[in-house]
Every structure is written in C-alpha cells, then in structure tokens.
C-alpha cells in the first residue's frame, strides 16, 4: 500500500483533554487534505466541526470515552446527541468490569442500543485491549461478531498501552460476520501502519502519520 491508501483508511484523531478549536480545525483541514476515513474528535466539537468541513471529510466521535463505565442510557443519550449534531462515525467504549464479570449478554445488549442510536451510522467497540486477557479479547470478537456493531478497536489511546500486531492477528482470526477491524493507540509510522494492514486491521486511528508528512515538508 502506498501513503495515499494508508490515509484513506485512517481515522485522524485529536481527543486530548486540552484541544481547543484551532486544534480541531486544524485536524478537520488535514482530514479534508488528505482524503482521510474520517476526522475522529470530541463530542463537544461535533456540531462546529461539521458546519466546518461542509461534508468534506466524515465525522467520528467517542461515546463512553475513555473509560467505558457510563450507564448504557447514557451512552445512547450521547450516541444520540451525537449524531444529531450530524456525526457520521462512532467510537464506542465498553463496560469493561462487564467483560471481567462475565456479563456478556448485557455488553451485546448495549452494543445493539447503542447502534440503533447511530441510526445507520458506523459503529465501533473498543475493548481496550491492553486491560484484557487473550481469553476476554476472544470473547469479546464473538460478541462483536453477533453484535450490530460495524467494528472490533483495539484502544482508546488513554490506558496502559495501545494496539499491538499480535492483538490485530488475534482479531483477525476470531471475529467474523465481515465486521471491521481498527488498531488505534500508538501506530507511529508507515511502516508500523502497513504492517497493521498486513495483519488485518481494515482502519487505523492516529494522529503521527499526517505529522510524519507535514514535517518531512518543513
């Protein structure tokens, strides 16, 4: 794959605690730039920010980020606010004490209300991976694979570590229905991005491969 296919699958992503809007526009005019999958940014911005790209580039979003442990309602109530303020891509994060408990019927529960939220939008689970055994991300690639969800991610880009090519190759081989594949958190290079590809991943959420460019430009 060459650099304009890698871009055309990546999720340009800024949800740091401390964005402003310059930070955002500056992501959104990168995303439009480059022919990226999408811009991937807070929720507060969303509206703002797709009055700004007047559909040039797709809007994602986060639901339950970082740390997943919202109440179902009100991941939908976000979910819903979301994509009324014309979001077309969301990023939810799991209940992960669920998947420790073994509740897994009430994660594929709030993985379906969630995507009947989206109303037709793409959806996206994050697992956060780095927190989860071998045996809990398998599990969690059956569920996502009987879910309406679109997509299994790997992370969030806030916890202990981000997605590995070992998590992408397990992925690859136990989730099932045509569902997508995301690696997110820490892919610092082409090189490292093709390889993700390589072993599966069908989109790529980061932020330092539009930087890579614009300063190889410098």
Same mark, same amino acid.
């Given at each position: 794959? /060459?650099?304009?296919?890698?871009?055309?699958?990546?999720?340009?992503?800024?949800? &740091?605690?401390?964005?402003?809007?310059?930070?955002?526009?500056?992501?959104?005019?990168?995303?439009? &730039?480059? /022919?990226?999958a999408?811009?991937?940014?807070?929720?507060?911005?969303?509206?703002?920010?797709?009055?700004?790209?007047?559909?040039?580039?797709k809007?994602?979003?986060?639901?339950?980020?970082?740390?997943?442990?919202?109440?179902?309602?009100? &991941?939908?109530?976000?979910?819903?606010?979301?994509?009324?303020?014309?979001?077309?891509?969301?990023?939810?994060?799991?209940?992960?004490?669920?998947?420790?408990?073994?509740? %897994?019927?009430?994660?594929?529960?709030?993985?379906?209300?969630?995507?009947?939220?989206?109303?037709?939008?793409?959806?996206?689970?994050?697992?956060?991976?780095?927190?989860?055994?071998?045996?809990? &991300?398998?599990?969690?690639?059956?569920?996502?694979?009987?879910?309406?969800?679109d %997509?299994?991610?790997?992370?969030?880009?806030?916890?202990?570590?981000?997605?590995t090519?070992?998590?992408?190759?397990?992925?690859?081989? %136990?989730?099932?229905n045509?569902?997508?594949?995301?690696?997110?958190?820490?892919?610092?290079?082409?090189?490292?991005?093709?390889?993700?590809?390589? /072993?599966?991943?069908?989109?790529?959420?980061?932020?330092r491969?539009?930087?890579?460019?614009?300063? /190889?430009?410098?």
């Amino acid at each position: 794959m /060459n650099k304009n296919e890698i871009l055309g699958i990546v999720d340009h992503t800024l949800l &740091k605690q401390q964005a402003t809007w310059e930070n955002i526009k500056e992501i959104c005019d990168d995303g439009i &730039k480059y /022919n990226t999958a999408s811009v991937c940014i807070p929720p507060s911005f969303v509206k703002k920010a797709v009055e700004y790209v007047a559909d040039k580039v797709k809007i994602c979003t986060v639901i339950g980020f970082p740390n997943g442990y919202n109440t179902t309602e009100t &991941k939908v109530f976000e979910t819903q606010n979301a994509i009324k303020n014309g979001a077309e891509e969301i990023d939810m994060v799991i209940n992960i004490g669920d998947l420790k408990d073994k509740n %897994y019927d009430n994660i594929l529960r709030e993985i379906n209300e969630i995507k009947e939220a989206c109303n037709g939008k793409i959806l996206k689970v994050i697992i956060e991976t780095c927190l989860l055994t071998d045996e809990e &991300k398998i599990k969690m690639c059956e569920i996502v694979s009987k879910s309406n969800a679109d %997509y299994i991610k790997t992370s969030t880009g806030f916890s202990t570590n981000g997605a590995t090519q070992e998590d992408i190759k397990l992925f690859k081989k %136990y989730i099932s229905n045509e569902k997508g594949i995301k690696a997110a958190g820490g892919i610092s290079s082409f090189e490292d991005a093709i390889e993700f590809v390589s /072993n599966g991943a069908t989109r790529l959420g980061t932020s330092r491969l539009i930087k890579i460019i614009n300063q /190889n430009k410098e």
